[in-house]
C-alpha cells in the first residue's frame, strides 16, 4: 500500500527527498503522515499533509527545515529535508490515516521504511 524510497547517507546541512508511492485504489482520500525512529527512541512524528495537499504541519524539531507535498495524479508524497542534521538520523517511515494527526495510533498503513543517516 505504501513504498518509501530516497533515503541514503548525507553530510551534515545536506538535502534529500524522501517519496512514498501510495495506492490510489485505497488511500487516495487519506491523510499521509511521515514518521522517523532512531535506535533506542520511540517512533516520532515529523510531518503530515491533508488528502487534498492544502493543509500541512510540522513537528518543531524540523519546522523551517523540511517541506511535505503531495501530488495526487502520481499517488505520491514527498518529503524535502534541507540542512538536514545528526539529528535527523532515523528510520523514515510513510503513513496514511483517515484525518490528519501527529499521533501513532491514529495511522492505519504503514511503509516499511527508509533510512536517512547524517554524518556530520
Known amino acids: 500500500q505504501l513504498v518509501e524510497s530516497g533515503g541514503g547517507l548525507v553530510q551534515a546541512g545536506g538535502s534529500l527527498r524522501l517519496s512514498c508511492a501510495f495506492s490510489?485504489?485505497?488511500?487516495?482520500?487519506?491523510?499521509m503522515g511521515w514518521f522517523r525512529q532512531a535506535p533506542g527512541k520511540e517512533r516520532e512524528f515529523v510531518a503530515c499533509i491533508a488528502w487534498r495537499g492544502t493543509d500541512t504541519w510540522y513537528a518543531d524539531s524540523v519546522k523551517g527545515r523540511f517541506a511535505l507535498s503531495r501530488d495526487n495524479a502520481k499517488n505520491t508524497v514527498y518529503l524535502q529535508m534541507n540542512n538536514l542534521q545528526p539529528e535527523d538520523t532515523a528510520v523514515y517511515y510513510c503513513?496514511?490515516?483517515?484525518?490528519?494527526?501527529?499521533?501513532?495510533?491514529?495511522?492505519?498503513?504503514w511503509g516499511q521504511g527508509t533510512q536517512v543517516t547524517v554524518s556530520s
Open positions: 503513513a496514511a490515516a483517515l484525518a490528519p494527526s501527529s499521533a501513532v495510533r491514529e495511522y492505519d498503513y
Open positions: 490510489a485504489r485505497t488511500l487516495s482520500s487519506y491523510a
